[in-house]
């Protein structure tokens, strides 16, 4: 057979290509290996930019939890995928991307670039089908690779490799994935950090959601008396918890952060309690023990001081902790009386504020309840980043840690819509939200296309101040001039309407009507709410990014 046959060969048993959706463009050198995916069972769904399909790809298989393939062009094909891929790698995202490349031959080839340098430099994988003879194990390794270790595996593809012919492949099953148990020794000093504390708190993040730990965490929680929190990717993790202060970090409610502030052992469950987490530190008080689990041990440590560090997986951890504890149950931070706090004042909607909007222009936190109130539960929301992330990353609630694709570990502009579109295939029973501003609507607008001729009934919120807010926000207070980072009024609501969206333009509370129409039927095609929204002040939790640039 062709090897490009024998790659699809290959994945489609070790990646169950029937169940699988595969991202991409299709151009001359990777239409033969998409087309042998897609004849051994895969769903292909074409974005229209190549980055959108990286993104797509990327929340797809945070979705999931499965490997996420993505097959793109040579080239530009790959170079425009790379803000995607970036973001998928630092993210650790398992994700296989099939990258034809030009034959080693080709050396004045338009299309010739150094594949796996440009892998290399943004943290993924480079790997290479290497001859025909090897293509169906090269690719195998590939996939193992970005299963096994999380990683997001860039696999070259020569033309000539693809073109040649191979033996149909003998592919061996993939060995379990063996989550590493943690040492009896570190189990024993995190146990007796437990019994030691009065305040502890839970801080569960990307490797708790991959280890699907909510109920070993929950039940070492209620043993030992500690409050939840979550990093911002596992947002939703504790959804329902009554000791749950949702996100930790610069989006943490003034109750939740008060009370992680105070607590005297915080335990980051794979999370790395970096600078977002813990406000730079701030939320860790003093004198306060830090404990990390990680099954990474590089991990630990990596962005501050700990005092108890455990490699091992997360579930595994929690449940040796807990037979630690020996049926023992510790009151902690646990009251009654904080417990009824906790359900009047943690969620950010119960905190009062006052109304900005007016002259045009709605409050984009009283747009932001009213949506969380009109919007089924079921629901998930993917977030662009921007000034405004903050408030569909407070306000709106999501009813676990799959309803909420957060992709900020390369804090590029633009991905939010083609997020949304992975996370909505891999949540079909949800309604997609993409939550967007202005200037990220504007940049990954491409996939609008994708969104409707799929007949995704999103709803695609639009924070529109007409700028980059960001920028706006963190200049202007210096008098420095703006003129490069504001933009005359757009109708984005129209551009949505152009692609064959619904469109509505959203300046005030009375203006959501269109919106409940929407929800109650068909919802035959995506909504598109263009929210002029205003934006007097600046965000807090963008003063807390800036400081880390
Ligand atoms: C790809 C990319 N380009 C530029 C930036 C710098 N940047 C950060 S926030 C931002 C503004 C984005 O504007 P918008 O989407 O309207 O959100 P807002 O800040 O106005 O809420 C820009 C340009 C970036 N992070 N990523
Ligand atoms: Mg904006």
Redesign the pocket.
């Known amino acids: 057979m062709l090897v490009s046959e024998a790659v699809g060969a290959t994945l489609a048993d070790l990646a169950d290509l029937g169940s699988q959706t595969v991202f991409g463009v299709v151009g001359s050198g990777n239409f033969h290996v998409t087309n042998a995916l897609i004849s051994r069972g895969a769903r292909f769904v074409a974005a229209r930019h190549e980055c959108g399909a990286a993104c797509a790809a990327d929340a797809w298989a945070r979705g999931t939890g499965r490997v996420g393939i993505l097959s793109v062009h040579q080239g530009p094909g790959l170079t425009n995928a790379l803000?995607g891929i970036t973001e998928a790698a630092k993210s650790r995202t398992p994700l296989l991307v099939l990258a034809p490349d030009v034959a080693g031959a080709a050396v004045r080839s338009n299309f010739r670039i150094d594949v796996a340098a440009l892998a290399a430099s943004v943290g993924a994988v480079p790997d290479r089908l290497y001859s025909p003879g090897t293509a169906a194990a090269d690719t195998a390794r590939a996939y193992q690779t970005a299963r096994r270790e999380r990683r997001t595996v860039v696999l070259a593809m020569p033309l000539d490799v693809q073109a040649a012919h191979c033996d149909p492949p003998q592919i061996a099953p993939l060995p379990p994935l063996d989550p590493p148990a943690p040492a009896p020794e570190a189990v024993a000093r995190l146990t007796e950090a437990l019994a030691r504390a009065a305040r502890p708190v839970f801080v569960a993040g990307r490797g708790a959601r991959v280890a699907g730990a909510r109920a070993d965490l929950e039940h070492l929680a209620e043993a030992s008396g500690a409050l939840l929190a979550t990093s911002a990717v596992a947002k939703g993790l504790f959804h329902g918890n009554p000791w749950d202060l949702g996100v930790s970090g610069g989006f943490a409610s003034p109750l939740a952060a008060e009370l992680i502030s105070q607590a005297d052992l915080v335990v980051g469950w794979g999370s790395s309690l970096n600078m977002w987490t813990m406000r730079h530190g701030r939320l860790i008080g003093p004198g306060a023990c830090v404990a990390q689990i990680d099954d990474d041990s590089a991990a630990i440590a990596a962005h501050r001081p700990v005092d108890v560090g455990v490699r091992g997986d997360v579930a595994l951890t929690a449940r040796a902790a807990l037979s630690g504890l020996a049926g023992r149950t510790l009151p902690g931070y646990r009251s009654g009386e904080l417990r009824s706090r906790i359900a009047r004042e943690v969620r950010w909607r119960d905190v009062p504020y006052t109304d900005e909007g007016g002259d045009g222009r709605i409050d984009p936190r009283t747009l932001t309840i009213a949506l969380d109130d009109l919007l089924p539960a079921e629901r998930v929301v993917a977030v662009?980043?921007?000034?405004?992330m903050g408030y569909p990353s407070m306000f709106l609630s999501v009813p676990d840690e799959n309803g909420f694709c957060f992709t900020q570990a390369y804090?590029?502009?633009?991905l939010g819509l083609a997020s949304a579109i992975g996370a909505a295939l891999a949540q079909p029973d949800r309604l997609p939200v993409a939550a967007?501003?202005?200037?990220?609507a504007l940049m990954g607008a491409s996939e609008l296309e994708t969104v409707v001729r799929l007949g995704l009934p999103m709803v695609i919120v639009i924070?529109d101040?007409e700028?980059?807010?960001?920028?706006v926000h963190h200049f202007g207070p210096d008098g420095f001039p703006l003129d490069t980072v504001r933009f005359p009024p757009a109708d984005i609501a129209a551009i949505g309407r152009g692609y064959g969206c619904a469109g509505v333009t959203v300046r005030g509370p009375g203006d959501l009507a269109p919106v409940r129409d929407w929800l109650a039927g068909p919802m035959d095609r995506p909504l598109v709410i263009d929210a002029k929204v205003a934006s007097a002040s600046g965000s807090w939790w963008l003063e807390e990014a800036f400081r880390g640039h």
């Open positions: 803000t662009d980043s921007g000034n405004f804090q590029s502009v633009g967007l501003g202005d200037g990220g924070y101040d700028a980059y807010g960001a920028e």
